[in-house]
């Protein structure tokens, strides 16, 4: 099972230009979420989807736009990058159960985003 | 509004000894709480959940937390670790459709 697939695993960018971090999921999960993991800080949530077509903001929104057009598709986009979102990226899905609304996340591995 | 504060950012430990890891919780509804572990240069790997039932929760590779309500404490502990325990982990808090984690342990095991 590929699970959840983030690309790419690396990236430089310069300051100002743009770019979009992929993520893919296989399980048919509702929920995706980006999350930025800098150090002391533990992870801190981007952007989430409940379902295909709805986005809300997290606790760091400023800078990315993210859509959900698809069940297995939640892309992030940067549109014009600062050395502030030089981080480490994680793409996670989760399936939900009739009493609660989330049960377990799975993430991706992750990609590591520099920029000078 | 859900949080998490772990208790402590780093904590060292020699092998085969006890270790917990400190997690407290806020929470206005039903609390669903989730132990991760990040080994290096990897992602998240869930360690165990508390959603309802028993306060004590095991989990994979020995470990085993117990949720506490009235000190809104969800502590993760393992008896004797092992070298290979060395990651950073994470407390998380579910609501609504997203989880909200804590800062993170960094457990260092030396021999």
């Known amino acids: 099972n590929a699970g959840v697939t983030q690309t790419p695993k690396f990236q430089v960018l310069k300051t100002g230009q743009s770019m979009t971090l992929q993520c893919a999921q296989d399980m048919n999960h509702e929920y995706m979420s980006w999350y930025r993991q800098d150090p002391g800080m533990g992870l801190r949530l981007i952007h989430y989807?409940?379902?295909?077509?709805?986005?809300d903001q997290g606790e760091v929104p400023n800078g990315y736009n993210v859509s959900r057009s698809t069940t297995e598709d939640f892309p992030l986009r940067l549109l014009s990058a600062a050395p502030s979102q030089t981080s480490v990226y994680f793409c996670?899905?989760?399936?939900?159960?009739?009493?609660?609304?989330?049960?377990?996340?799975?993430f991706g591995q992750g990609t590591r985003l520099t920029v000078v | 509004a859900q949080s998490v504060t772990q208790l402590d950012s780093q904590v060292p430990v020699f092998e085969e000894a006890p270790v917990e890891l400190r997690c407290n919780y806020s929470s206005s509804v039903s609390v669903y709480l989730f132990w991760y572990v990040q080994y290096p240069n990897q992602g998240l790997q869930l360690l165990l959940k508390y959603l309802s039932g028993s306060t004590l929760v095991k989990g994979i590779n020995g470990f085993e937390a117990e949720f506490n309500k009235s000190q809104t404490s969800f502590h993760l502990r393992k008896p004797s670790v092992h070298i290979s325990d060395t990651a950073e982990y994470f407390c998380a808090v579910r609501g609504g459709g997203k989880l909200i984690f804590g800062q993170g342990t960094e457990l260092s095991v030396k021999p």
């Open positions: 989807s409940v379902g295909a077509g709805i986005t």
């Open positions: 996670a899905s989760s399936y939900s159960s009739f009493s609660t609304d989330i049960v377990e996340a799975f």
